[in-house]
């Protein structure tokens, strides 16, 4: 089944704890803390496959989350790492947050994009001992992993494009010069997935095809297959437009083709500086040889245009070697970004830490990456880890703005979920 848009959940492994503990051996006097660091949880990574064809994957599995890091034990020992979760896509994968952002374009095999970054192993108390306390009696919890929900599109890989209107003849065209085995019928209809295969002049000249869903008026627009299809013409080096040269055809051969290119202008305004040729299809039908004459008239000076019979296979060689002469002029189609391993990066701006706000229950609600994350990493049962934390929120000027926002001794705090009652 093909499938090229998926919608997924992704979170990083959490960091282990850290341990609370003391040496004990005998012949060692007072020998302090010993708790070691827990292990950083593993990352969600995207990998590319140029084995892969499809997202079909994604439809029966959408929440993917990674190892979390093992926790510190006694005598310093720290916690193994997490284990990163590998996501194979395939190659032309464009990976997107919730809001639209790119995150990745990946477009070969083996590249790499960490989505989802492990937390940080939470430190163990042996971290924590100065000159004032040789003794702490608390550690940190892990740091969580980072988690997004992700929008995944594929845009098929090929050298060469097949377009045009439902019934053009495209799938036939495919099926005669590749193994590929699209749907053909004897009646209307059009394709609704794409189809890939691979042409083969000789040893030493090959290059992919690609069939792809038909277009319709105002696919621009989003009506029909819409961006569906035009999405994958994206990736296409050369586009071929199949035009129903018959007297059967709905749309004069001309209008069609004008249709067609204004629709992928409308999408994108560089489409149409794409190498083009031009399939004239159906030449063993009624009326086909009037039809190309007229329309020869109209486009020869600006366009190639190649005679040709998809059912008897009559002008595809021809057509064919043009296109392995197109493409080796043609320019390679650039990714929205760079090779290679990719790793999202958040930018924290300098300025107030925290946001504060009071809810219709009275109750003060703290928000804030770094409050958020201290009270997540802070061991809520141990009093000695929760005055750590109050120490901090006290030098951060957590506790000084909620005074100026009005806080009374006895009112309700809550950050990350979790309530406090706040006294002076």
Same mark, same amino acid.
């Given at each position: 089944?093909?499938?090229?848009?998926?919608?997924?959940?992704?979170?990083?492994?959490?960091?282990?704890?850290?341990?609370? +503990?003391?040496?004990?051996?005998?012949?060692?006097? $007072?020998?302090?803390?010993? *708790? #070691?660091? !827990? /292990? =950083? @949880?593993?990352?969600?990574?995207?990998?590319?496959?140029?084995?892969?064809?499809?997202?079909?994957?994604?439809?029966?599995?959408?929440?993917?989350?990674?190892?979390?890091?093992?926790?510190?034990?006694?005598?310093?020992?720290?916690?193994?790492?997490?284990?990163?979760?590998?996501?194979?896509?395939?190659?032309?994968?464009?990976?997107?947050?919730?809001?639209?952002?790119?995150? +990745?374009?990946?477009?070969?095999?083996?590249?790499? $994009?960490?989505?989802?970054? *492990? #937390?940080? !192993? /939470? =430190? @163990?108390?042996?971290?924590?001992?100065?000159?004032?306390?040789?003794?702490?009696?608390?550690?940190?919890?892990?740091?969580?992993?980072?988690?997004?929900?992700?929008?995944?599109?594929?845009?098929?890989?090929?050298?060469?494009?097949?377009?045009?209107?439902?019934?053009?003849?495209?799938?036939?065209?495919?099926?005669?010069?590749?193994?590929?085995?699209?749907?053909?019928?004897?009646?209307?209809?059009?394709?609704?997935?794409?189809? $890939?295969?691979?042409?083969?002049?000789?040893?030493?000249?090959?290059?992919?095809?690609?069939?792809?869903?038909?277009?319709?008026?105002?696919?621009?627009?989003?009506?029909?297959?819409?961006?569906?299809?035009?999405?994958?013409?994206?990736?296409?080096?050369?586009?071929?437009?199949?035009?129903?040269?018959?007297?059967?055809?709905?749309?004069?051969?001309?209008?069609?083709?004008?249709?067609?290119?204004?629709?992928?202008?409308?999408?994108?305004?560089?489409?149409?500086?794409?190498?083009?040729?031009?399939?004239?299809?159906?030449?063993?039908?009624?009326?086909?040889?009037?039809?190309?004459?007229?329309?020869?008239?109209?486009?020869?000076?600006?366009?190639?245009?190649?005679?040709?019979?998809?059912?008897?296979?009559?002008?595809?060689?021809?057509?064919?070697?043009?296109?392995?002469?197109?493409?080796?002029?043609?320019?390679?189609?650039?990714?929205?970004?760079?090779?290679?391993?990719?790793?999202?990066?958040?930018?924290?701006?300098?300025?107030?830490?925290?946001?504060?706000?009071?809810?219709?229950?009275?109750?003060?609600?703290?928000?804030?990456?770094?409050?958020?994350?201290?009270?997540?990493?802070?061991?809520?049962?141990?009093?000695?880890?929760?005055?750590?934390?109050?120490?901090?929120?006290?030098?951060?000027?957590?506790?000084?703005?909620?005074?100026?926002?009005?806080?009374?001794?006895?009112?309700?705090?809550?950050?990350?979920?979790?309530?406090?009652?706040?006294?002076?």
């Amino acid at each position: 089944m093909f499938c090229d848009y998926a919608k997924i959940y992704v979170k990083g492994g959490d960091g282990g704890n850290g341990a609370v +503990a003391f040496r004990r051996e005998k012949y060692v006097p $007072l020998g302090g803390p010993a *708790g #070691g660091d !827990g /292990g =950083r @949880g593993g990352s969600v990574v995207f990998v590319g496959d140029k084995s892969l064809t499809t997202l079909a994957d994604f439809k029966y599995r959408r929440h993917y989350k990674a190892e979390r890091g093992a926790n510190g034990m006694a005598k310093g020992m720290h916690g193994a790492y997490g284990e990163d979760m590998l996501i194979s896509v395939p190659a032309g994968t464009v990976i997107r947050d919730a809001d639209g952002k790119l995150l +990745a374009d990946i477009t070969a095999d083996g590249q790499r $994009l960490v989505a989802a970054k *492990g #937390g940080r !192993g /939470g =430190r @163990g108390n042996i971290r924590f001992a100065s000159g004032r306390d040789k003794a702490p009696a608390y550690a940190e919890n892990g740091e969580p992993g980072e988690e997004l929900w992700l929008i995944l599109e594929l845009k098929l890989i090929a050298d060469v494009g097949l377009i045009g209107l439902p019934n053009a003849g495209k799938s036939t065209l495919l099926s005669r010069v590749t193994a590929a085995t699209p749907k053909i019928a004897a009646y209307p209809f059009t394709t609704l997935e794409p189809n $890939l295969g691979m042409v083969r002049l000789d040893d030493e000249s090959s290059f992919v095809i690609a069939d792809l869903p038909g277009l319709i008026e105002g696919a621009a627009s989003g009506i029909g297959l819409g961006h569906r299809f035009l999405r994958h013409a994206e990736r296409n080096r050369v586009l071929v437009h199949v035009l129903d040269m018959s007297e059967f055809a709905a749309r004069a051969a001309a209008e069609s083709f004008e249709l067609i290119n204004e629709e992928l202008s409308l999408y994108r305004e560089n489409f149409l500086q794409r190498p083009m040729l031009v399939a004239a299809n159906k030449m063993d039908m009624p009326g086909a040889e009037d039809n190309l004459a007229e329309f020869s008239r109209r486009y020869a000076d600006k366009y190639r245009i190649f005679p040709v019979s998809a059912l008897s296979g009559d002008g595809l060689p021809q057509l064919l070697w043009a296109l392995k002469e197109q493409l080796e002029a043609a320019p390679m189609i650039e990714p929205a970004l760079d090779g290679g391993e990719q790793t999202r990066h958040t930018l924290v701006r300098a300025g107030q830490p925290f946001d504060i706000e009071r809810d219709e229950d009275g109750v003060w609600q703290v928000s804030g990456a770094r409050v958020e994350k201290l009270v997540a990493m802070t061991d809520l049962d141990n009093e000695d880890a929760v005055l750590r934390m109050q120490r901090i929120f006290v030098k951060m000027g957590l506790e000084e703005a909620l005074i100026e926002a009005g806080v009374e001794p006895g009112d309700t705090v809550s950050i990350c979920g979790r309530e406090f009652e706040y006294s002076e």
